[in-house]
């Protein structure tokens, strides 16, 4: 007897659901076996934590987070460009955000401001994922290294931002800029101490737009094509180079959307180093980026279940049953038993006698 | 010893031992039935052509013997005994190996380097020598000479498929699937591996050609197998059979429809629809594959590129699209210049182009139809009007008589022919002043190719568009123009008028 992987004719039925769904599943056992061998937690404990993780409100500013970042990434991914900077793209836009709140005089006038915080992070955000864009479209450098060494090199900016011509005059010993004005913070939805009414708008707003560009425009049409064969792209008389510069920016754009609500709605302010006072949304987006199998109306669902993952390592962690590194084990488990289940989509195990 | 007796054995006798027997196979995609209890046999020392229209099911038959697909039912016997054959690793284990029409190769790579790869029986200091050796050999046997040393990229195609058989050979194959490998050779140079093949199995070893073109089969196969809708219609002796028989058994009572009558002429216009002067491109490898070609094509003329292949015809239509740089000359379409335009400005004046590889330079074969239609700058606008290319594609469908489930099936679910009607049914569409193509009846069969003929024949002189066709075939190069170019070594040898045409005087051009 023997057990073979046979290629299937047509994707399996509803595969974007079941394959996601059980790798989660599968996921949070693995984590549960991983976490209780190595700090001895209790099982029970761990999937209370996961169960009370999704319906806790500690989620909703971490789920909306992930899926403006998580939409962001799809346009790049669609076409397959593989933004892995969305983390630099996000702090550039909280950077700009800043600059707007703190060095104009625009947050006299606290709505243009507003506007004016999110359209520059988009703005700088874009830009610096243009960068990536054209170093591909021109030299046909990979964009993976660049986008990635690029994250840094915006930490290591904002770092010296931060420490020098942005430091702030009230900061009590801290490297860290003032806090921005009030009336530019954006606005607390009641009951909610993180979530704010922009974040929300945002992400509903980039969810939409998203999802109408890929399906509705040319532009969208394109990219989703550049994914699959970009020289019969050329022939049919597109620039396939502005169209990669195109992705990238937008990619880049509504990561800096991202950051500019992180800074209005709930940091209010930036503290070095950056580094280790990120949350690291950019990085995590990839995963709800995959587990969405680059389907848009998937991606709300899968930033709903990475941020509960990481919410549930984090009260682990409060609650001293475990260290830090519980959301990366959930997070970690999950993925790869995504990546390993994801085989099935395409394929079909069937086992053969004789 | 067995070797020696193998040798002698009389293969033209009746008594040929079944090699590969298929018996009721059975597999459907979605949407269709692609092989319907397909029975057949491979004989020892045979070469056996399968031959069937567009979308007959002659590949995914291939591909199930080869373990790329799994059937859905039935059974398939190497020498009586039955086997299961799940992926290529395993059919090259029984013997059996693919040379398909898209060589498999690794660019970057020797061609020695490439041979080795998957090669486990030879010992790890000896093989690159003795791999070399036998290319030097076998290639010089075959009069296609290919040094082993040589990256692939550098080879023309012809020697790619002949790395490819070499290949085979290597793997010691017993039968060999020739998956439309043969079909896309220049004619001088099928003839060399007609004899390759014919010598493969006077030596004991089996070859299946898969094919769409009734003469290939005719020439080279000892018995001939016809596939219509996934069902077998017959397999028949090839000196039992004419053309003719072939073709009715393919297409039933469309055969009737086959023809190769000269076209009626068109009345070109006054206007000049493109006008290349003194025209000079760079080829792939760095000398000039286009060398001071000048042309004048009329509006509602078609004109033809006579040629064998590499003689520059693909690099001049290359260029007049804009995917390839002039270094000098120029082109005008109706007067205006388009000399080293982008891509997207020539074909937003209303150029079609069906290029030379439909799967590359084409079609996007993970989108869908529609998708395919919609991806064309002058087919859409920053929105998509998605109802209104539903109904083109329904038209396009209708019209080519395109098989498929639906027009939202990816393209890669088509077959072969199939997804060339796609393309030269879109590209049709959108060439409102001119079409230039590239073999574009290539990978049809006759009743489909005599018809795209026609549609370009049609839409030249009712619409007045001047369309450039180079192709290899010389048969379809004299039944769709007008007048006829014939390209050699990247010059224009000779015009000719199609009414004062003589057929020999242009082939002696062409390898002059």
Sequence with gaps: MRLVLVKRVKPLPLGGLVIPGASIVIGILISTVVLYVISRADPLVTLSCVASALVSPEIVLTFLFLTILGVALLVAFNGSIWNIGAEGQLWLGTAAATYIALFTTLPQAPVVAKVAMVLTAMALGGAWAAVAGVLRAYLSIDEVPVTLIMNYIAYYIINYLVRGPWLGKKTWGYIRTDMIPDQVKFTLLPGSTTVTYEVLVIAVLALIAVYFMLKYTSLGLRIRILGSNPDALKAAGVNVKALIITALTLSGAIAGAMGAAQLAGYLHRISYPIESHTANYGYTAILVAWLSMLDIRAVPVAAYIVSALYQAGISMQIAGISSASATYVFIGAVLLTFTVLRVFSEYSLRIIRG | ?512
């Design chain 2, 1 to 512: 010893m067995t070797l020696l007796k193998t040798y002698n054995k009389d293969f033209s006798s009746k008594n040929k031992p079944p090699v590969v027997s298929v018996i009721g196979i059975s597999k459907k995609f979605p949407g269709s039935i692609a092989l319907d209890s397909v029975d057949f046999t491979i004989l020892e020392g045979e070469i056996h052509a399968l031959l069937g229209e567009n979308g007959a099911g002659k590949s995914t038959l291939v591909k199930i013997l080869y373990g790329i697909y799994v059937p859905d039912r039935g059974e398939i016997y190497i020498r009586g005994r039955k086997a299961r054959i799940n992926s290529p690793k395993e059919a090259i284990r029984q013997g059996i190996v693919m040379v398909s029409q898209v060589p498999q190769l690794i660019d970057k790579l020797t061609v020695a380097e490439n041979l080795i790869l998957g090669l486990e029986k030879y010992g790890f200091i000896t093989r690159v020598g003795k791999v070399r050796y036998f290319i030097r050999e076998k290639s010089r046997e075959v009069g296609i000479e290919v040094d082993p040393d040589t990256e692939v990229w550098k080879l023309s195609y012809t020697q790619k498929q002949l790395v490819e058989l070499l290949r085979a050979l290597l793997l010691n194959a017993k039968v060999l699937l020739l998956d439309e490998a043969i079909t896309f050779l220049p004619l001088i140079e099928k003839k060399k591996f007609y004899k390759f093949i014919r010598d493969f199995a006077s030596k004991g070893g089996s070859v299946l050609l898969i094919t769409h073109k009734i003469y290939e089969a005719l020439e080279v196969a000892d018995r001939i197998t016809v596939l219509r809708l996934g069902r077998v219609v017959g397999t028949v002796p090839r000196s039992k059979v004419s053309p003719d028989d072939v073709r009715k058994m393919m297409f039933a009572e469309r055969s009737s429809q086959v023809t190769y009558e000269r076209l009626p002429i068109s009345t070109p216009r006054e206007s000049a629809a493109l006008e290349i002067s003194d025209l000079w491109v760079m080829g792939d490898h760095g000398d000039h594959a286009v060398r001071g070609v000048s042309l004048t094509l009329r509006a509602g003329e078609v004109m033809g590129i006579a040629g064998i292949a590499g003689n520059g015809q693909k690099e001049l239509i290359q260029a007049i699209v804009g995917l390839r740089r002039v270094e000098k000359g120029r082109i005008r379409l109706y007067s205006e210049d388009i000399t080293n335009r982008s891509v997207s400005k020539v074909r937003i004046r209303g150029v079609g182009y069906i290029p030379d590889q439909p799967a590359k330079y084409g079609l996007s074969l993970e989108n869908s139809i529609e998708e395919n239609l919609a991806m064309l700058p002058s087919l859409t606008n920053r929105l998509i009007n998605w109802g209104s290319i539903r109904d083109l594609a329904r038209k396009l469908i209708k019209e080519f008589n395109i098989m498929t489930p639906s027009p939202k099936t990816p393209v890669k679910f088509l077959s072969g022919g199939n997804i060339m009607k796609v393309l030269v049914s879109r590209e049709l569409l959108v060439a409102r002043r001119l079409l230039v193509a590239y073999n574009p009846t290539r990978a049809l069969d006759e009743v489909t190719a005599i018809m795209v003929r026609k549609f370009i024949k049609e839409k030249a002189s009712t619409e007045g568009i001047g369309v450039l066709v180079a192709s290899e075939d010389l048969d379809e190069i004299l039944q769709i123009s007008d007048r006829i170019a014939v390209m050699n070594s990247g010059r224009v040898v000779g015009v000719f008028s199609s009414s004062e045409v003589v057929r020999d005087e242009i082939e002696k051009l062409m390898v002059m």
